[in-house]
């Protein structure tokens, strides 16, 4: 794989950096996505008012921006956060909930698009639909598979001068020139609620920690994936999954990650 860091050495440097990152999320995961960095051995912040964000994004390692609860409150404080994450020179990730769902959402996205985030993370449908394709999904749940979005994720890549991210059974990765799959997880993720938001959120923590943004995605989505698989083994249903991925995320070892399933694309 050609990648300058490896997902193991991507672990070391994000827990040795124990990165804060301010995530602008929605009211569904900011619970789980909490956890999920606290697990992993970030350091979250759940704030999204537009009087604070630009000055607390400017401090924190890195921004995250999801808007799947929207409201012009939000809006506002996603944009002044952008402003402080730029203006400091720090990552920022956009995760386009269903912005396919309503024209208001629609807009607010393709303006947010417009920013050039460091990061585009979504799933097959949302990034289908970023690139003029049509979508089987309505909601924020993918109806479509990852491989049919790989092209869609390559020219958005090279357009915007993002690293792209599609996540579902397979994981895809681009920033347009270098691409990987990661392979792992379990099926019952898609029945919590709220797993990609808070991956999108750990994309930021190691993208805090990693200079380059593709080694970075590729390290925190080989984490998921490896935390995923762990846990599926032991758990009974969703619930029992729920708890057991937040401690597989905790136990994984940057060892253990080296044996994570990334191959070149």
Known sequence: MDMTTPADQSLR?????????????????????ANVLLASGASP?????????????????????????LSPNWVDGAHKAIDGAQGAGKPWVLDPVAHYASAWRA??????????????????????????????????????????????????????????????????????????RIDGGSPLMPLVTAMGC???CLVGAFAAAVDDPFDA???????????????????EGPAS?????????HATSPDALGAARVTAA
């Open 107 to 180: 807009g607010i996205t393709r303006a947010l698009v417009e920013r050039r985030p460091t990061i585009l993370r979504g799933n097959a449908s949302e990034i289908l639909a970023l690139g003029g394709g049509t979508t089987a999904s309505k909601g924020p749940d993918a109806g479509d598979e990852v491989a049919a979005a790989e092209d869609t994720a390559r020219a958005l890549a090279t357009q915007l001068g993002s690293v792209v991210a599609v996540t579902g059974a397979q994981d895809f990765v681009t920033d347009g020139t270098r691409a990987a």
């Open 198 to 200: 808070s991956l999108t």
């Open 45 to 69: 912040a759940m704030l999204h008012t537009p009087e604070e964000s630009e000055e607390f994004a400017a401090i924190a390692g890195a921004l995250t921006v999801n808007l799947g609860t």
């Open 217 to 235: 995605t590729v390290g925190a989505l080989a984490l998921f994936a490896h935390a995923g698989a762990l846990a599926h083994d032991g758990a």
């Open 241 to 249: 999954f729920a708890v057991a991925f937040v401690d597989a995320l």
């Open 13 to 33: 440097q994000m827990r040795a950096a124990a990165p804060l990152v301010h995530c602008i999320t929605n009211y569904v995961a900011m619970n789980i996505a």
